[in-house]
Structures are given as structure tokens and as C-alpha cells.
């Protein structure tokens, strides 16, 4: 009974922010200071308890990376030429194409990396961004391990960008094979670049704020 009472009074504890106690905490370092300083004495950084400008750059680098995403995928990522044939291939023609010559295992990491990670990443970031704008009924702590799932795996997406230019290093034998690499990757590395600012644009702690908010509403 004891531990139970202490489990309901835990439950019902109001979230206290960092703001609420006079402090912020530098973005860099992760060194807190009083609200007022200017900035962080270790690294030098900028401190505000709020970026209170961070959606509009998110929505604006995810609108951008979303529009260099479509000709990434309707553009060739790669240009074979093999004696006298060449081919062309986007990247979902690339993935069935090396799982039609047994190459599955390489060809489902192309298609998760290229396809689903950034079509995830665009729905997440702007899931969390509306949910800040929106409060939703997600815990804050499960939509911050999102973002941080997000952050984290943002780097990844360019492993076709990688494989195109290992590729086209490595197969050059003049005019007997090449590959060499076509304009989606330039636009597909744009896509992830963007989308990454995106991710790095957001500040997560009005998540927190607006679930306070909530509660108190």
C-alpha cells in the first residue's frame, strides 16, 4: 500500500522545466547556466532557453529536401555502359536489378536507405514539428527518443550516394565497361543534406513545453 501511494504521488508530480528553474542549457556542450548569460564560458555558443524560430527552418529544409527527393528518384542514379550497350537506372530499378543477379542482401540495404529511411525521415520530422505546434497525445519522451532515432540515422541515407561512387571508382576499364554516376545522385545527396538540417533545425525541447502546456490546459 505504502509503495503504491508512492507511485500515485510520483504519477502526479508537474513537470518542472529547466526554464521554470532559472536555467539553460548550452546546445553544444550540454553545459547549464543561468538564464541570462549570453553565452555558454566552455564553448563559447550562443544560449537560448528557446529557438523559437526553429519550426520555420524546419518546414522550410523539409519542403526543400521532399522537392530534391522527387527527381532523385525519377532521374538515373547510375550510367552503365558495357562495350557497346548502356543502361540507365533510377535507384528502385537499380535494387530490383541487383536482386534479379542474387545480389538481395545488397539490394534490400539499397532499398531500405534510399527509400524507406527517407520517406520515414519526412514523415517523422514533420509529424514532430506539427506536434509541437499541435499538441498530440504521445508521450514527450517517446516523441524525443524519435528525434533522436531521427537525428541518429540521418547519415545513413547516403549509402547510395557511397556505393554510386565506390562503383564508379572502381569500374573504369576505358572502353570496355564504365559506371559512372547520373544526376539523381546529386540531387538525392541534396535531398539528405537538407533533410538532416531539418532534423538538426528542431528544437526538441518544445516538446516538452507544449506537454506542460497541455497538462495545465
Not at 510520483?10 to 528553474?21: D, I, M, N, S
Not at 526538441?204 to 497541455?214: K, L
Request: with cysteine.
Amino acid at each position: 500500500m505504502q509503495m503504491d501511494n508512492m507511485e500515485d504521488t510520483g504519477r502526479q508530480t508537474p513537470l518542472v522545466t529547466a526554464r521554470q528553474e532559472g536555467l539553460v542549457a548550452c546546445t553544444r556542450c550540454t553545459r547549464v547556466w543561468p538564464i541570462g548569460t549570453d553565452r555558454c564560458a566552455r564553448c563559447g555558443t550562443a544560449l537560448r532557453s528557446r529557438d523559437r524560430g526553429s519550426l520555420q527552418r524546419v518546414w522550410a529544409w523539409l519542403a526543400v529536401g521532399m522537392i530534391c527527393y522527387i527527381p532523385a528518384n525519377v532521374y538515373p542514379m547510375l550510367r552503365t555502359r558495357v562495350l557497346f550497350n548502356s543502361s540507365d537506372d533510377t535507384i528502385i530499378e537499380g535494387a530490383i536489378e541487383l536482386a534479379s543477379h542474387g545480389a538481395v542482401g545488397i539490394a534490400i540495404v539499397i532499398f531500405v536507405a534510399s527509400v524507406m529511411i527517407p520517406v520515414g525521415k519526412f514523415v517523422a520530422i514533420a509529424w514532430l514539428a506539427y506536434s509541437v505546434a499541435k499538441p498530440l497525445s504521445m508521450e514527450p519522451h517517446r516523441r524525443h527518443k524519435l528525434y533522436e532515432v531521427v537525428e541518429f540515422i540521418g547519415r545513413w541515407s547516403m549509402i547510395d550516394v557511397f556505393v554510386v561512387a565506390i562503383l564508379s571508382a572502381l569500374v573504369q576499364l576505358n572502353f570496355a565497361a564504365s559506371i559512372n554516376p547520373g544526376p539523381a545522385a546529386i540531387t538525392f545527396a541534396l535531398s539528405v543534406i537538407f533533410t538532416m538540417l531539418a532534423a538538426q533545425s528542431f528544437d526538441p525541447r518544445m516538446i516538452w513545453d507544449t506537454n506542460r502546456e497541455s497538462l495545465s490546459g
